[in-house]
């Protein structure tokens, strides 16, 4: 991110030093590597929800593709069954419905 190098470090503690005394220099540089560490931290979390909320985002974006292909695929086989089937009469009075019934069909172990 930065690239600070080794003379700028010494400049940055020397202005330091001469600004904050040498009682104080050390608590101040542990209270800036606390508020780095925050700040690095914070920026961190923000990274990962930003990459979630994407994937999120993706995930959805695919979802609705696949929803709307899923609906042309049952409407487009809907259309086809429809326009290969005839209408068939409506059966007369006294008449019984003469469609067989499907047999219902159990599934068999076999041992060994």
Request: charged share 30%; no cysteine.
């Amino acid at each position: 991110m930065f690239e600070i190098g080794f003379w700028e470090m010494v400049l940055v503690g020397i202005v330091g030093l001469l600004v904050f005394g040498p009682e104080k220099l050390p608590r101040v540089a542990r209270e800036t590597a606390l508020w780095v560490r925050k700040a690095r931290s914070m920026v961190s979390s923000v990274k990962q929800e930003i990459d979630q909320e994407l994937q999120v985002q993706d995930l959805r974006e695919s979802l609705s593709k696949q929803r709307k292909a899923l609906s042309n695929v049952t409407i487009d086989g809907l259309v086809d069954r429809l326009s290969v089937e005839e209408p068939q009469a409506p059966a007369e009075s006294g008449q019984v419905d003469a469609t067989p019934e499907r047999p219902h069909v159990e599934e068999v172990r076999r041992d060994g």
